[in-house]
């Protein structure tokens, strides 16, 4: 009688591009639902918009670089770029904006480099930079989170005609939508020469950082630990930066309080948590060997903290994560790690 | 056709050897200053009257100038036509003089004019010198001024805007072109950025036009080849 025979490896998981791509997606819901609930069907919208846009021009490429469609737009990465950026995009955005954010992303950080795999900086966050500084206006118009006395949320139809037509609803001015971030709200006022302790009374505050904000916070730090329970995503670089962050944060906080906002505030503001598990651990563009991660997620947390302080933007997640992608290759020369049974030292 | 053939080197200084889109060479102003037409154009110009007097200049001497210190002569007579070229904008075209503002004097360091002096003029006679700086002048105006037309259309909506800075206040104004009402701009196209994703573009176009050309040719039928063949024998 003849066994059946089988070599290995006899534990076998199913860890293809997309199915990681797609628990990026899914870990990304608590989060969006946080969004949602205090800023409205714009994001929603700007989701879908993204989306659309990603996919028809990333099969376009495909196709005018002769490469089988089916199996690169199944591996969802496309999407998972047009997400990360959607959820960047101040909700009520023209529908331009994304278009073109979801173009830069694709056409000029992805497939001019090669595609997915070859391209050194994260696709989403050129997209944002890319809107950041050609249009300054649009993207700092972030609305006020729901809670804090804007006039009536928008419903879904009225929000698609901000979207696409560029028109409120009548009796709502633009401005009493749109409000100063938390970020944005410290930055002026401490320059402005008040305390922290004086800044922190504004309405836009919570309980720990920005009302409504530490709520999107909190949900995407719940996805991005299902994420790295599920190993999709390295738990050594959202350590690293939330490290780099806190550690930076704490020094200048110890040395003057009343200048410096406390660290529990600069981790739960802007996109600290969303960047440290969503976006700084891109498999492609960050560090890849296991001290090198640790040291790329440690320099965005500091760069994260050095241009919210000094530098000329509220926040700087995406500066700090495209800064450390062009470092990522020689921290992994530096870091390579000893071959088994090779000498120390 | 012969290598010194004057069409030869016109050919080469606009288009073949293009300075700014094949040897890539002057990237510096190149990048800098191509923000829009009339910045690209002012200090296309400049660029190519220190060529031209610079290609004269070292070709006049070059008899006389021993090749062990060709190099640091190089360097004085561009120096010393720099300076002369950029008295003259500073009395003649005070508002374009302060817009380019450090990029004439810049002219100097351009690898392009250096270039051209050690590997033309100091070789050939001064006619021929003369054809090869006005050509890599013109190049390089062409870089400039196509590079600034693309940044300045996608970031402004305009083309030749500010154009009085070089036409002067009667004519000027009515150069510029509004290519789209109430254009909103695209800043990253102004910003340093926009010069090296156009820069790229512009190459990428030029690349696709000579592999057209080259296409073309060796499809074209054999008979102009023997033809060609018979004139060379």
């Known amino acids: 009688m003849r066994f059946r025979t089988i070599t290995s490896p006899h534990i076998l998981q199913d860890t293809s591009v997309g ?52 199996l690169y737009l199944g591996d969802y990465s496309a999407v998972v770029t047009a997400w990360l950026l959607a959820v960047a995009l101040p909700p009520l955005a023209p529908w331009w904006l994304t278009v073109i954010g979801v173009l830069a992303a694709i056409v000029l950080a992805k497939h001019l480099y090669g595609g997915l795999g070859y391209n050194p900086f994260n696709p989403a966050m050129i997209g944002y930079v890319v809107l950041l500084i050609s249009f300054p206006r649009e993207m700092s118009s972030w609305l006020v989170p729901h809670g804090l006395g804007q ?152 760069l994260v903290y050095v241009i919210r302080t000094f530098g000329g933007y509220p926040d700087g997640v995406a500066f700090a994560v495209l800064l450390m992608n062009i470092a990522a290759p020689t921290i992994d020369l530096y870091t390579q790690p000893r071959v088994f049974g090779a000498r120390r030292g | 056709m012969s290598e010194t053939d004057y069409r030869h080197i016109f050919k080469n200084g606009v288009w073949t050897q293009n300075t700014g889109f094949v040897a890539l060479l002057g990237l510096c102003p190149l990048l800098a200053m191509s923000n829009s037409v009339v910045n690209g154009l002012g200090l296309g110009l400049a660029t190519m009257l220190v060529l031209l007097m610079s290609n004269v200049a070292i070709s006049l001497i070059r008899n006389l100038v021993r090749p062990e210190v060709r190099i640091p002569v190089f360097v004085m007579v561009i120096a010393c036509v720099v300076t002369a070229v950029e008295l003259a904008m500073h009395a003649f075209l005070p508002a374009l003089y302060t817009v380019l503002g450090i990029f004439i004097p810049l002219i100097v360091t351009n690898c392009c004019v250096i270039g051209r002096a050690e590997a033309f ?104 080849t023997l033809v060609e063949e018979a004139g060379r024998a």
């Open chain 2, 121 to 224: 003029a100091f070789k050939h006679g001064v006619a021929k010198s003369a054809v090869d700086g006005i050509a890599t002048g013109l190049g390089f105006t062409l870089a400039l001024v196509l590079l600034g037309a693309l940044r300045e259309a996608v970031g402004q909506g305009t083309l030749l805007g500010q154009a009085d800075l070089l036409f002067g206040t009667t004519l000027g104004p009515h150069l510029t072109v509004h290519l789209v009402d109430d254009y909103r701009g695209f800043l990253l196209a102004i910003l340093p950025p926009g010069a090296f994703i156009g820069l790229g573009c512009l190459i990428a176009l030029k690349n696709v036009f000579d592999a057209r050309a080259k296409r073309r040719a060796a499809a074209r039928p054999a008979v102009t």
């Open chain 1, 19 to 70: 199915q990681v791509m797609r628990r990026v997606l899914y870990a990304m819901l608590p989060g969006i639902a946080a969004l949602l609930w205090f800023f409205g069907w714009g994001v929603l919208l700007n989701l879908l918009l993204a989306t659309v846009v990603a996919l028809a021009v990333e099969a376009l490429l495909l196709l005018a670089r002769g490469k089988p469609l089916a």
């Open chain 1, 151 to 302: 006039p009536a949320a928008l419903d879904l139809l009225d929000s698609a005609r901000a979207i696409f037509g560029g028109v409120l609803p009548a009796g709502i001015a633009p401005d009493a939508l749109t409000g100063a971030t938390p970020l944005d709200v410290l930055r002026t006022r401490l320059g402005l020469g008040q305390s922290v302790s004086e800044v922190r009374n504004s309405p836009v505050f919570g309980l720990v950082a920005g009302h409504g904000w530490e709520w999107v916070a909190l949900g995407f730090l719940g996805g991005g630990l299902w994420l790295v329970y599920t190993r999709a995503a390295d738990w050594r670089i959202p350590v690293g930066m939330i490290g780099g962050l806190v550690l930076i944060a704490t020094v200048f906080y110890l040395a003057d309080p009343q200048h410096y906002a406390p660290p529990w505030f600069h981790l739960w503001s802007g996109a600290a948590i969303f960047g440290a598990f969503f976006i700084a651990t891109d498999p492609v563009t960050a560090s890849t060997t296991p001290r090198g991660r640790l040291l790329y997620g440690a320099g965005i947390g500091v």
